[in-house]
DNA sequence: CTGAAAGCGCTAACAG
DNA sequence: CTGTTAGCGCTTTCAG
């Protein structure tokens, strides 16, 4: 069927070391003997066994890339970005759903698939801190999320308790001081949910607001049902506030419209803020203000580190920590101060 | 650095062979021989190099998903039904993004790197129906889209004029007479866009309600901001319309929020329908009556023909054209008859 | 029931 | 500048 090197060098006249050397242009080659070589190759239409050429040089141009779900909007922008940054350096993205599951989740690092390719983007949801130690693998690899810290790996992540502090300020600053949040996970300290809660309560602190844990809203996970319900659970309870947090923005999404429902003015009644930076916050009901924690520098960052872990896998060098700048987005859901003003 | 099938031997005592005879589980072997070979293989933390054994059978146990943009919903919905649905077969997905780019596409198609898979599902957006004969290639592939029909390859799809008609005549039945669409494609005949609205001018023809494209919107791109677009036109154009059909969710939504910023209530005043029977549109404020083309269907069946073509590829059969049934999911955006006579 | 050996298509020493 | 040759690690006849 597909016609090999060795049908390429008796059409040329050649032997196959020509060949090889013309397809991965060695430089000494002659002119007319490249002609001819580029010729046949052409007339047979060959192209190169990539399997075979895997098997030989160990590489196999392809990394794997782990979320917990395409389906969630964040991972599917962060998916896009990392297969457009891979495709800008001529490699190919495998992507694995690991449902958020621990099991899962470590069955993956074990599996004898990731031999297919090169190295891994890991964004890990259902593993802890305590697991750390299985990420430790013979096998270039790059963490991404905040389930696990100070791992033997380079990790790519984003300021998550300066951002949730920001965005608390933010809030704080246009002048609401009953600032409802949405998404907390019970008695978590390290992942997205507690460490963003960390910055919320930092910012209360500063500025001198108190904690009142009567207007947090807990929940497993987090699709845009669960910020609904946890919105009506703020409401049953009969607890005022002129504002939510949503800890990411499908939460927030999911809250902002319960309360519209409700009657609820949004932003007058109560100011909405979100989390991630989502294309779609750009195009609710009111818009929604949120935090962009830098999502495609963090996609291009794993990227690039990625690759560079696999091209120098002799001179390691320690894991690093390479944290992405943040910004808010100010939009109709929580203007500003000045917004106000104006 | 790993070990290899010599060191399994080499440990168990026994030749290369017997050692390939249990891994791929061979019937005859002694049972005593067996325990020798698996204790080895325990003990070396063996796993066979997929990358060989892929040279050697001709398999790789991967296939390639070419979708135009991962962050699109529909498509990150489509990819993750896929990736499940492969991952049940135990085989895994590299995930190709073409930005809808008839170039891109073409590349993508003779692409050496298809060589790392077994086969490919390729959503097809910028080729058109004369880009056919590219489909005909001597590697599995399963089409999916409405950009091309009649190929000699197997292609999944949904039933776009009948599904549009079909929601169309849902808005008829509820009593709307002047039923806007938003998201047309200039002088489109086959295609989601052209399709789909041939499909809603059949229905209003059956119901003898007249055709008026002063009400029809047109745009080149399906993301949120074009349905904004749209129906922004349409409201300075100052006709009047009583519903709204997106040609597609997204489109659908931005719409919506275009109508209520503009004070017009839904459905009171406008009713809204959507198309794909995204997650997402039950969320939005009024959630989004649209009609579920059948995506999960088209994902499963998509993997399972596609298998079966890697398989038995001798005995190829004819190229089989499959449909999806559709199903109008009914919300708040545009309640049926019954429930406004409620 | 198990061993020996060929070869999938390619790359890279090593010669010439 | 180009040819020969030895494997990468595995599966698979073909013998025993």
Redesign the pocket.
Known sequence: M?S???DVARLAG?????V??V??D?P???PA??ARVEQAIADLGYT??LT??S???GRTGAIALAVPELALSYFAELAAAVIEAADEAGVVVLVEQTGGDRDRELELLRSPRLQMTDGLIFSALGMGQDDAEHLERPYPLVLLGERIFDAPVDHVTMRNVEAARAATEYLLASGRRRIAVVGAHPGEVIGSAGLRLRGYREALEAAGVPYDDSIISETTTWHRSNGARGMRDLLDRGVTFDAVFGLNDTLALGAMRVLQEAGIRVPEDVAVMGFDGLDEAQYSIPSLTTVDPGQRWIARTAVATLLERIRRTDAAGEPRLLLADFHIAERESAPSEAMIGA
Do not use: D, E, M
Not at 14 to 18: A, E, Q
């Open positions: 597909a090999t090197l060795h050649v032997s196959i070391k020509t090889s050397n397809i991965n060695y000494h080659i002659r003997t490249k190169p066994n075979a050429r098997l030989r040089s």
